[in-house]
C-alpha cells in the first residue's frame, strides 16, 4: 500500500467515516477533522509511520491536507 493510501485510511479511521478527499482538499473545511480529532490524527501518523510528533507542530495547518501531510511526513522520516 502507499503512503497516500495509508495517510486516507488513517484519515477514514480518525473521521470514522469513509472518505473521498483530493490531496489539496481542506481536511478542516470539508468537516473531515476539527480540533479536537488532530490529536487522535498525530496519534495515529506517530503509530503508524514509527515517528515522534512535537506538541509545537500540532498546528491544523500543517495537517490541513493530504499534501501538507505527506510533506510533512517527508520532513520527519
Not at 48 to 56: A, L, Q
Amino acid at each position: 500500500m502507499d503512503r497516500r493510501s495509508k495517510l486516507i485510511e488513517i484519515l477514514a479511521r480518525v473521521a470514522q467515516k469513509d472518505i473521498t478527499v483530493a490531496d489539496d482538499e481542506s481536511l478542516f473545511d470539508s468537516g473531515l477533522l476539527d480540533s479536537f480529532a488532530l490529536p487522535d490524527l498525530v496519534s495515529a501518523l506517530e503509530q503508524e509511520f514509527s515517528i515522534s510528533i512535537p506538541d509545537g507542530d500540532m498546528n491544523p495547518r500543517k495537517f490541513e491536507t493530504v499534501e501538507r501531510i505527506g510533506e510533512y511526513l517527508d520532513s520527519r522520516l
